[in-house]
């Protein structure tokens, strides 16, 4: 019973049962459409018929599918009495811990998960893998979670993979948010992206030092400590982003939630304190 059911081949789910075989776990997939289990079964895995067939032969089974409501669809084919489900599909934390409840509900274990990762990058370097649920369950697994990549466990509670997940891809949409602003801008006087873009990866390289920074004032909720930016004179700044946008024929629709935000923060009474404050308008 030592085998893993991985559900779903997608790119994803191709690319977890790829790393796993890789790593001498014997393994057995199932995918909706058939075809794609045709490159698997070359590099060893066994084919299972239905997703219920591969669950039952597998004490662990990885889902890995487009969404929630497809995990649902495929695992309520299947008994899930004694078996352990890790879901690596994304989603919110909330979608995690009510689908922790139902698996529950069914007698299995259930573990969330968050991959960190490109199906290129599974197994290899720089990729890892947020998994949360009960440290028991996630124990007994390790050595077919440490196929994938780095582990991170981020606590019994099944949401908080979804949210450490979600949290760093909110940071990653946020930084391409700023890189294509910086180059349509560019491009609106018809110069090279290519050519531009040493100077903005340095840039946002040096701009990232200030992230721990930032955590300590966000942590303290104290946003007056060591200002050499105030919000003020960043405000008036910002003001010149949609406005040379605007003359350079860019929209602006990329960046203006933050200049919004940076105009009720002075509204606000937070001019002399640091960006990090409007974090505080944030709050519902
Ligand atoms: P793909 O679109 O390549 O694959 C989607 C998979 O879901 C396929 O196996 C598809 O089956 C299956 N599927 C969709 N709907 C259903 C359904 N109703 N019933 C059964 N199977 C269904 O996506 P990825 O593999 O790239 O992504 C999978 C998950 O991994 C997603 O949640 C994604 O957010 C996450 N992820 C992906 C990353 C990436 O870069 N690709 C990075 C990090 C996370 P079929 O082949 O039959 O259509």
Redesign the pocket.
């Known amino acids: 019973m030592n085998t893993v059911a991985v559900l779903?081949?997608?790119?994803?789910?191709s690319a977890l049962a790829r790393a796993l075989l890789s790593a001498g776990h014997a393994v057995t997939v199932w995918?909706?459409?058939a075809a794609?289990a045709e490159p698997l079964a070359d590099l060893g895995a066994t084919v299972a018929g239905s997703a219920a067939e591969a669950i039952a032969t597998s004490e662990l089974a990885v889902a890995?599918?487009?969404?929630y409501a497809?995990v649902r669809?495929?695992l309520g084919t299947a008994s899930l009495s004694g078996r352990t489900v890790v879901n690596?599909?994304?989603g919110t934390p909330r979608q995690a811990r009510e689908l922790a409840e139902w698996v529950a509900a069914r007698g299995g274990k259930f573990l969330d998960g968050g991959?960190m990762?490109?199906?290129p990058m599974i197994g290899k370097p720089g990729a890892f893998v947020f998994y949360s649920g009960p440290r028991d369950v996630f124990d007994a697994h390790r050595d077919a979670f440490a196929a994938f990549g780095g582990i991170n466990y981020a606590g019994e509670d099944p949401g908080l993979a979804a949210l450490h997940d979600l949290a760093l891809l909110s940071g990653m949409y946020g930084l391409f948010v700023g890189v294509l602003q910086a180059y349509a801008l560019i491009r609106s006087e018809g110069l090279s992206a290519v050519e531009f873009a040493p100077l903005l990866s340095g840039w946002i390289a040096a701009m990232a030092g200030f992230t721990e920074q930032t955590a300590v004032e966000v942590d303290r909720g104290d946003y007056s400590q060591g200002v050499v930016s105030n919000l003020a004179m960043q405000a008036a700044a910002f003001d010149n982003l949609p406005a040379a946008a605007a003359d350079q024929g860019v929209s602006a629709e990329l960046i203006a939630p933050l200049h919004r935000l940076l105009v009720r923060g002075v509204a606000d009474g937070r001019g002399a304190q640091n960006l990090s404050s409007v974090i505080e308008l944030l709050k519902k």
Do not use: Y
């Open positions: 779903g081949l997608g790119d994803m789910g995918n909706r459409s794609k890995c599918l487009l969404d497809s669809e495929v690596l599909t994304n991959i990762a490109v199906p």
